[in-house]
């Protein structure tokens, strides 16, 4: 565990400290690349609003995702018509780049924060859909007959079975939807916002404050890798039994 | 004994059977175009332990599923004297869940009887038992990636078990293990079935292991494959506990040899 923390902590600070000596001996002007300890310097009050604005966003996102994509994968596992029918309608959707149809949400839904979480479950939803429809049906066939031969209603099979079992898979996705989520709250803060980390993006790099900018930058990616944590964290706990990742 | 002597006093004993319990009359199985069963005939008496004997993917396994009505027939019937009868079913793989405990996972027939009711004090020292008679007591919080693979089969024939079944059907249910943690099971299957501990009188195992048919069961149903076809119905009326060394088994086991051999 120590050694977990403690290598990636090193490298890091190695990398800050190679930047740091770089940009200070070669003198390169600010705008083009900021030294690590100006961008810190960067980190005011204003930053962690808009950072809390953006996960905030994203978060919610990525929860409504999140419940409504495992409710419509066991709704299409246990009607498999309704997978047949609308499973292309999906894939359609998912196909089409968040960034284009975030204007669209902007004009329907406004500024406010509306658009950006409607841009976060657009992204979330599919990776959770897809990998939920796989891990309900996952269960060995030899399982469900184990089921069959316990006399288990559908109802039973789904609950002591299929979604126990889809939790490993279920999780992963939501590690591949967390980080996603940043995105679409910053895509959805780029078309239309007052505020967030997208908008910060927007407004600093339009007036070259290129330290606030990385600023920002890694804001996001703090937020992104926090969001990923956490979900890890809690899936060792709920998914004691399942020891590697799926995908 | 030589071989003459056997065969007259194997087709003296056919006369002598136990009252049927399960009669498979003219039965067929088909998946789509393809026939898995063809006209088979036999009863399983009450409180024999029968093997169905024959090589993998002879169907043999398919004929167990009949039996638990988890396939479907294409003609014939099955039919249980006694409409009360309980069915027990073991598989080849333990099919533990892997997020339940030792003690949850033998409750989980009980879970599903009960609807959405709470398994109460009763059921739970109930699957105690169960676990201490398959030697497990001590287990009883371990989860299944704790559990050795002759530990977790124990676990599932204690969850074979806790529905105090009548008969119980098992599809190799050690074939998945080595030879040596698969003999101490078969001993205790036995023992639990001999013991009256519980209800269980009648066995229905299915193996493609020659001396495992002759040492466990009073009764060998040898099939050919596809589709399953009965050539013969050896009753094997040696002392208990056996072993395939001993000469009376040994012969059975050669004579099976011998006739699995002749393709008949």
């Not at chain 1, 994509?69 to 959707?93: D, H, K, N, Q, S």
């Not at chain 1, 599919?126 to 209603?153: H, I, M, S």
């Not at chain 2, 009505?69 to 409409?83: E, F, M, Y």
């Amino acid at each position: 565990m120590k050694s977990r923390v403690q290598a990636p902590l090193i490298a890091g600070f190695l990398v800050l400290a190679v930047w740091q000596a770089v940009v200070m001996m070669a003198d390169i002007p600010e705008y083009l690349l900021p030294a690590p300890s100006v961008i810190f310097a960067n980190v005011d009050r204003t930053l962690v609003v808009q950072l809390a604005v953006t996960f905030v966003e994203a978060l919610i996102g990525f929860l409504i995702a999140g419940v409504l994509a495992f409710g419509c994968a066991i709704m299409f596992v246990r009607f498999t018509a309704l997978e047949e029918g609308l499973f292309p309608i999906a894939i359609a959707v998912k196909t089409t780049p968040i960034v284009a149809v975030a204007p669209l949400l902007v004009i329907w839904l406004g500024t406010g924060w509306w658009s950006k979480i409607v841009a976060v479950i657009l992204i979330c939803f599919f990776p959770v859909l897809v990998n939920a429809v796989k891990g309900l049906k996952a269960a060995d066939a030899e399982y469900r007959e184990l089921f069959q031969t316990l006399g288990a209603t559908r109802s039973q099979e789904f609950r002591k079975l299929r979604i126990p079992y889809c939790l490993p898979y279920l999780f992963s996705a939501l590690k591949i939807s967390s980080s996603l989520a940043i995105v679409g709250a910053i895509v959805g803060e780029f078309v239309g916002a007052t505020q967030g980390l997208g908008y910060l993006i927007m407004v600093s790099s339009a007036h070259l404050e290129t330290a606030t900018l990385f600023a920002a930058i890694a804001a996001a990616a703090l937020a992104g890798i926090t969001m990923f944590y956490v979900i890890g964290w809690t899936e060792e706990r709920v998914v004691f039994w399942h020891s590697g990742s799926l995908e | 004994m030589n071989a003459i002597t056997l065969a007259t006093r194997l087709e003296a004993t056919t006369l002598s059977r136990p009252e049927p319990l399960v009669s498979i009359e003219n039965l067929q199985v088909r998946f789509d175009d393809v026939v898995a069963i063809e006209n088979l005939n036999f009863t399983v008496g009450r409180g024999e332990f029968v093997s169905l004997l024959g090589p993998s993917g002879c169907g043999k396994s398919t004929l167990l599923k009949a039996i638990a009505r988890l396939v479907p027939l294409a003609s014939g019937k099955i039919v249980l004297r006694d409409p009360n009868l309980r069915v027990g079913f073991m598989f080849q793989k333990p099919l533990l869940l892997p997020w339940r405990t030792t003690l949850d996972n033998v409750l989980l027939p009980v879970e599903i009887q009960l609807g959405g009711n709470v398994v109460d004090p009763t059921d739970q020292s109930r699957a105690r038992r169960m676990l201490n008679m398959v030697q497990l007591g001590d287990f009883i919080d371990a989860y299944p990636h704790q559990l050795s693979g002759g530990m977790q089969q124990r676990v599932a024939l204690a969850r074979a078990l806790i529905g105090n079944p009548d008969v119980l059907l098992l599809d190799e249910p050690f074939g998945a293990l080595d030879e040596f943690t698969r003999d101490v099971l078969n001993e205790e299957l036995i023992r639990i079935w001999q013991s009256g501990d519980t209800r269980l009188h009648t066995i229905i195992m299915v193996t493609h292991s020659i001396p495992e048919a002759v040492t466990m069961s009073d009764r060998v149903i040898v099939l050919t494959g596809r589709p399953a076809r009965l050539i013969e119905d050896i009753d094997v009326h040696c002392s208990r506990p056996r072993t395939p060394e001993e000469s009376e088994p040994g012969l059975i086991i050669k004579r099976i040899r011998a006739m699995v051999r002749g393709g008949r």
